[in-house]
């Protein structure tokens, strides 16, 4: 359970710590309505894929137990995890990933400004947030089914220590983010940003090749 809760929660940082709509919108409701637009913001985005667990873990559990199936899955997700591993660590050395852009809150609130919304509303703006993303589908599609495929060996208590660990990474990172911009507080340098994001990119592409050989494992095993 402990190494479900670690890898999904390394997985989910890598993947929230990348620039993206939800992002851009965490800023924008923090530097006009303080830090506790984060929580609410995730809240709604946390609640979308609460759903999305549930529908993988129910209604399409008899799909994934197949063997061809989960064998597939874990082969493409494995795919895509060393995609996301490998762009990730080379857009960091090459410095191509910056926390300049979330910095600037004015030009992100700006930017942010039509999904300005009321306390009680924010929840919604992160569920747009997060649907506005085209790599979020994806991602839950091909790694994400594929985790909660390894993770149903373990039991409901499996899927339920991936859900934690994954959405453990979104709250905590985007709430240190509201945090420091409702604060006015500096980010960490780049430097440090890129070096935690080269070093998430590499243990992406190795939890990939487990996603592969247990893949092919269920296909050809």
């Known amino acids: 359970m402990a190494g479900i809760f670690i890898t999904a929660l390394v997985v989910g940082l890598t993947g929230a710590m990348m620039p993206g709509s939800l992002l851009v919108v965490t800023v924008g409701e923090s530097a ?20 999305l667990v549930i529908l993988l873990t129910t209604s399409l559990q008899s799909v994934l137990a197949q063997g061809g199936v989960a064998g597939t899955i874990g082969v493409l997700g494995g795919l895509v995890l060393a995609w996301m591993g490998y762009q990730t660590a080379s857009s ?10 979330i910095k600037n809150t004015e030009s992100a609130a700006a930017e942010a400004g039509k999904t300005s919304a009321g306390r009680y509303t924010i929840p919604i703006a992160g569920i747009v947030g997060t649907v506005s993303n085209p790599y979020w589908l994806l991602w839950w599609a091909t790694i994400g089914a594929g985790y909660v495929i390894f993770a149903l060996e373990n039991g ?4 339920v220590s991936f859900y934690l660990g994954h959405i453990t990474a979104d709250f905590s990172w985007y709430i240190l983010v509201a945090v420091l911009v409702a604060t006015g507080k500096r980010f960490v340098s780049d430097r440090v940003y890129r070096g935690v994001l080269m070093t998430c990119g590499v243990f992406l592409i190795a939890l990939a090749g487990y ?11």
């Open 32 to 51: 006009k309505r303080g830090w506790v637009a984060g929580p609410l913001l995730i809240s709604g985005h946390a609640v979308l894929e609460l759903v």
């Open 92 to 101: 960091a050395r090459r410095g191509e990933v910056s926390l300049e852009g």
């Open 156 to 159: 409901p208590l499996g899927v």
């Open 211 to 221: 996603f592969i050989y247990s893949g092919w494992g269920l296909l050809f095993g």
